[in-house]
T-cell receptor, first 107, second 114 residues
């Protein structure tokens, strides 16, 4: 069975500090991993996917198959990054989400 | 703007009283999904439609049904809501099935069962 674990429910950093949101997964095949974000009073939306290998809003995430991790990183956090972040794994059409990490960036 | 719309945003129903949640999309996507998200938990897929083909998740209770009368609309019916069904219900769409297709989410309907 596929499973996504986000060990931190809450994460608080100061503006300008580096931030890393942890995600570990278990899946027997070749997964595709995503990060979704939900800003306050907005809908859940895709932030980035591992296959694209791109940086979105300064965030990057590298898939580490050896450690089965897909941690989300940003070198300098901004206040507007405060949001709920969900790591997700897909096989076929099914998205399996982690429980989310609430990131707060303090001024 | 093309989007996924859910009505109502907040729904209160009584224990055991059938309730229907609505989702519509202007994206003309083939696939529509329903997720249940309980407080502080991950969104959990209930079922999805690929065009008219209905696909139920194995652990979705029989109490939950869905209808998709046309491409644009999809409904979630809860036949006899229990207190444990109080949750946020998220509708999502994707252009097609498969890992490479992004899912677009609606704002959700928060269901309260009294």
């Amino acid at each position: 069975a596929q499973r996504v674990t986000q060990p931190e429910k809450l994460l608080s950093v100061f503006k300008g500090a580096p931030v890393e949101l942890k995600c570990n997964y278990s899946y027997s095949g070749s997964p595709e991993l995503f990060w979704y974000v939900q800003y306050s009073r907005q809908r859940l939306q895709l932030l980035l996917r591992h296959i694209s290998r791109e940086s979105i809003k300064g965030f990057t995430a590298d898939l580490n198959k050896g450690e089965t991790s897909f941690h989300l990183k940003k070198p300098f956090a901004q206040e507007e990054d405060s949001a709920m972040y969900y790591c997700a794994l897909t096989s076929g059409s099914r998205l399996t989400f982690g429980e989310g990490t609430q990131l707060t960036v303090n001024p | 703007d093309a989007m996924v719309i859910q009505n109502p945003r907040y729904q209160v129903t009584q224990f055991g009283k059938p309730v229907t949640l609505s989702c519509s999309q202007t994206l003309n996507h083939n696939v529509m999904y329903w997720y249940q998200q309980k407080s502080s938990q991950a969104p959990k897929l209930l079922f999805h439609y690929y065009d008219k083909d209905f696909n139920n998740e194995a652990d979705t209770p029989d109490n939950f049904q869905s209808r998709r009368p046309n491409t644009s609309f999809c409904f979630l019916d809860i036949r006899s809501p229990g207190l444990g069904d109080a949750a946020m219900y998220l509708c999502a769409t994707s252009r097609d099935l498969g890992q490479s297709y992004e899912q677009y989410f609606g704002p959700g309907t928060r269901l309260t069962v009294t």
